[in-house]
């Protein structure tokens, strides 16, 4: 560890590190940029492999239709389509079986329909896929091209053998341009995948194959795939549809890149495809050598750093070091190496270094003598400093001791005068409470008087509703009596009314009863009502006296509270005034003695950096 706190190691490191850091930035830009060269190389390459079996496909389908066309223009058939007779049609027939033996490498049948697409004969004896076309879209095509020709874009599996076929139309045409019938052509689409496609070897994982318009793969090396979908025939026919060329990374047993390209005569896709491990194998392969040349790059520059820093940097630092070591135990006779004090050295770090260093020693010696001479000086004046202040320090005691007594006796004056005022004004304060609770007290007997004048005036109002009820009363009474009478009058009919008279008459002397008593309650309430409301009336003119006579005693009091306040603060401040001089006699006594302190550390310091000064070798 501690190795690695020198320069002889953070030297090295720091340079290594730093092109170890432009190395790996140069390594990740080449890497970068020969990875993106490659993989555009390389799919470059996978799309002109696409590309040229793409016009292989369409020249042979081309060729194919050609061959189609010009076999459409036999004598036979058009005499067949003229003139149908037994004799036509067997020369027409005998026409289609030489042409499919002679052509037998990739002609399966061939075949002569009408222009309504009805099957008239065919070189395989009624073998033929379809008896009438007209519903397939090869028909659509063909009319639509005038009758000239189409070409299947789906491969069928013959009647004949059980092989794949694909469907090629030609027209019949007349001598005056008109079409006559229809040859269709089966070609042997077995022959043509197995002789261009089943000996194709791209890579180890490499493959090719066409896609038709619904996904499937129409022409794959290995036979068994044909006509079967997969997951790149989907990605393929998904690409294609937005573009006519172009590439794409897609999942099927493994990543894998694919190549596409639109063929320009059938709506078919050529594809070509690779693990992406096989693809980039280039790429990574270039990657593992610049890593492994830049590590070995690396190693070298390592030694050749590590070699001249040592050589060159680490030993001349390794020598002023030492030089300094020395320097610090308080040897001042070293020097720099004296070969760095030459003329070849004069702009060179190490020669710069090494005339400041003689340069430093030189200084550090006359300062050492100038500080010698400077500690005997300091120390002779700190033992005169610290007899004087012995003598100042002896008369700032007597001093200090004087104000003591004074404040002393000022702290006690205080504090009886404190203590008078203090109370003086708790008498001041009780005297307010006083005065105070005798105000209410002389509010709540006035609110009382006024609550009992207003009872008292209740009390009246009530008595005229009694007198109000009893006369009612009375009125009721003499109507239940009017009523008895006509009751009476009445006889057995007004029997139950008379009862009833009876009973208002009943209740209405019960209520003159209650009315007279309730009458005497009343009048006694008002006759004790007006002696309670006398005296409180008399209640409120003692209290009034006494607030009276209690104002003056707390105006008094007042007078002597701050008066005695007032004296308590004047002392205050004279008791504050002499604790201030006492407190800077105190401070000046220790200032002093601080200051005698410090002459005498004055002069063990001068003695200390007398000794201290003595460690150094001149």
């Not at 090295?12 to 092109?19: A, L, M, R």
């Not at 090869?138 to 789906?154: M, P, V």
């Not at 002779?380 to 001093?399: F, V």
């Amino acid at each position: 560890m501690k190795f690695m706190q020198t320069l002889k190691f953070k030297m090295p490191f720091t340079i290594i590190s730093s092109v170890a850091v432009m190395l790996l930035i140069l390594m990740i830009v080449i890497i970068s940029a020969s990875a993106v060269f490659i993989e555009r190389t390389a799919l470059r390459g996978f799309q002109e492999t696409a590309d040229g079996y793409r016009d292989l496909v369409s020249v042979w389908l081309n060729d194919q239709k050609d061959l189609t066309s010009v076999i459409a223009k036999e004598s036979e058939f058009l005499d067949y389509f003229k003139n149908p007779n037994d004799l036509t049609f067997i020369i027409a027939k005998t026409e289609l079986e030489e042409l499919v033996q002679e052509l037998g490498t990739y002609v399966s049948s061939l075949s002569l329909y009408d222009l309504n697409g009805n099957l008239l004969t065919d070189s395989s004896s009624g073998s033929t896929i379809q008896t009438n076309i007209s519903d397939r879209s090869l028909w659509e095509r063909f009319i639509n091209t005038g009758y000239q020709y189409s070409i299947d874009d789906e491969i069928e599996v013959s009647p004949i053998n059980q092989e794949y076929v694909i469907s090629i139309l030609a027209g019949v045409i007349d001598y005056t341009g008109k079409p006559a019938g229809v040859l269709a052509a089966e070609l042997k689409w077995n022959n043509f995948a197995k002789k261009y496609f089943s000996e194709i070897t791209i890579g180890k994982t490499g493959n090719i194959y066409v896609v038709d318009e619904d996904g499937k793969r129409v022409a794959h090396k290995d036979v068994e795939k044909i006509n079967t979908i997969s997951e790149g025939s989907r990605n393929a026919l998904q690409a294609a549809s937005t573009h006519k060329k172009g590439s794409l990374h897609y999942e099927d047993d493994g990543e894998k890149v694919m190549v596409f390209s639109r063929l320009e005569n059938i709506d078919w896709i050529m594809c070509v495809t690779m693990l992406d491990s096989e693809f980039y194998s280039d790429r990574n392969t270039l990657i593992m050598i610049t890593i492994i040349l830049s590590i070995l790059l690396l190693f070298i520059t390592s030694f050749i750093v590590v070699l001249y820093v040592n050589k060159n940097i680490s030993g001349v630092l390794s020598r002023i070091a030492n030089d300094l070591n020395r320097l610090g135990n308080g040897d001042l006779t070293v020097s720099a190496p004296s070969k760095f004090l030459t003329n070849k050295y004069k702009n060179h770090e190490f020669g710069i270094i090494a005339n400041g260093f003689n340069n430093t020693i030189e200084k550090l010696k006359n300062i050492v003598t100038n500080i010698i001479d400077s500690s005997n000086n300091i120390e002779l004046t700190s033992k005169e400093l610290e007899s004087g202040n012995n003598d100042l320090a002896l008369r700032t005691q007597s001093q200090s001791s004087s104000l003591e007594e004074t404040a002393s006796s000022m702290e006690q004056m205080s504090s009886n005068i404190k203590n008078s005022a203090e109370k003086s004004v708790i008498g001041n304060n009780m005297m307010n409470d006083s005065k105070r609770s005798v105000e209410e007290a002389g509010l709540i007997i006035d609110s009382t008087t006024k609550s009992m004048e207003m009872v008292f005036e209740a009390s009246r109002k009530i008595t005229n509703i009694t007198k109000l009820i009893e006369d009612i009363a009375f009125q009721t009474n003499i109507l239940a009596l009017n009523a008895s009478v006509e009751a009476a009058r009445a006889g057995e009919q007004g029997r139950g009314f008379s009862v009833v008279a009876s009973e208002v008459r009943t209740l209405a002397q019960n209520t003159q009863t209650s009315v007279k008593d309730i009458t005497a309650l009343i009048a006694d309430s008002d006759e004790k009502i007006k002696i309670a409301t006398e005296a409180a009336r008399k209640s409120q003119e003692i209290f009034t006296d006494i607030k009276d006579k209690i104002e003056n005693t707390a105006s008094i009091m007042k007078d002597i509270s701050t008066t005695a306040v007032e004296q308590q603060s004047g002392v205050e401040q004279v008791n504050q005034a002499v604790l201030k001089m006492d407190a800077s006699t105190q401070e000046n006594a220790s200032l002093v003695e601080q200051s005698k302190e410090a002459s005498i550390t004055l002069s063990s310091e001068a003695q200390k950096l007398i000794d201290a000064v003595s460690y150094f070798k001149l």
